[in-house]
């Protein structure tokens, strides 16, 4: 009896790790399983269709690197972080020891950073067939229609949170919850890097910054006012303004090629 009910557990212990692991979408021959779709909720602290929302476009965006046959080696990786290393002026030990401070390794450093290259590869060779403006009429016309986008406010508050994790600042950036407690900051062009005033002068208020790096790990800010906003004229920043005309296009079409692709892929639910 007593070996019968032990084989009974076992089979019973089975049955639920194949249905805690289970293949709950297929997209274009990409599984994407139970046991993904809770990790990334849990990660990113999203409900479960925004977790399934991303991990269908991350199987997707693996499908066309598939299609285009793109391929990062080892070298060409080793080559990126050297390159990347020298823009920051900082050495591989330097890295390593921030990324050892932050509880990251080097190792998973190195497979995100490759993620990423082969990601920006797939975007540019997408939007390097789109048909693209590049008149100093349509730059014109796009800055009139978006003058906000090129203005830069003098004065603004903020919160600042701060975390050696980053999963937990986008996890932040996405869910708007946290149990991190924010510095309420006031920056202006005297205490304030001019790089990060521009950066938070496009953000909306109640809007959150990109999770940036800083001496103590990472850190994000919600956008709570701004003032003091200052305009320049078209001609003082018209490469500025062309490059941003440029990218919206670029970028716009990136979307509608991805909007498309969702549309006709093969993505079958089976749980």
Partial sequence: MKKILLTFCFFANLASANTIDAIAVVVDKEPITTYDIKQTMKILNVPKD??????????????????????????????????????????????????????????????????????RKLYEKIANTAKVDFSDIGAKKFFEQHQDKFSIYTEITAKMYSSKNVKSLESLRISKKTMLKANNISLNPSNTDPRLLALLSQIPIGGFSPVLNSKNGYEIYKVENKSGMQTPEFEQIKNEVLNAYVGEQRQNYIQDYFDKLHSKINIEYLR
Avoid: C, P
Wanted: charged letters at 35%; hydrophobic letters at 35%; glycine letters at 2%.
């Fill in 50 to 119: 925004k977790a399934l929302e991303i991990l269908i476009n991350e199987k997707m965006e693996k499908s066309q690197m598939r299609q285009f046959g793109i391929y990062t080696s080892e070298l060409e990786l080793d080559e990126a972080i050297d390159r990347m290393l020298s823009q920051n002026n900082i050495t591989l030990n330097m890295l390593k020891e921030n990324l050892k401070s932050k509880g990251q390794s080097y190792k998973d450093f190195r497979v995100k950073f490759k993620r990423d290259l082969e990601k």
